[in-house]
């Protein structure tokens, strides 16, 4: 999850992501250099929960290369994207995984 100042949205969007249904979950958080509270946020996040990792861009790049950040530290047999001001239903991993395979 790529996320630039957007503390005031990350609670909808990793409630969302901890509210599936889908059993194993990591959550990569991506900060990409925020100047707002942002990264203490997040860290906040990874400190409460063990499925949470925080990452921190060396500097602002953009979504994108957050999102490769992110993707290099996954360490689940699937990825899915999640924007920090997304909201997703509480079957949307597992229904995305089951179709997967197959």
């Avoid at 990792?53 to 290369?65: A, D, S, T």
Wanted: some cysteine; glycine content about 8%.
């Amino acid at each position: 999850m790529p996320v630039r100042n957007g503390g005031a949205w990350l609670d909808a969007a990793v409630g969302s992501i901890l509210s599936q249904d889908h059993a194993s979950l990591e959550l990569i958080i991506v900060d990409d250099q925020s100047s707002d509270d942002t990264w203490d946020i997040v860290r906040a996040y990874g400190g409460r929960r063990e499925n949470i990792i925080p990452l921190r861009q060396e500097r602002n790049q953009g979504c994108y290369p957050a999102r490769n950040a992110g993707l290099r530290r996954a360490s689940g047999t699937f990825v899915t994207t999640h924007d920090s001001d997304d909201w997703s239903h509480p079957q949307k991993i597992e229904i995305e995984a089951r179709k997967l395979m197959g």
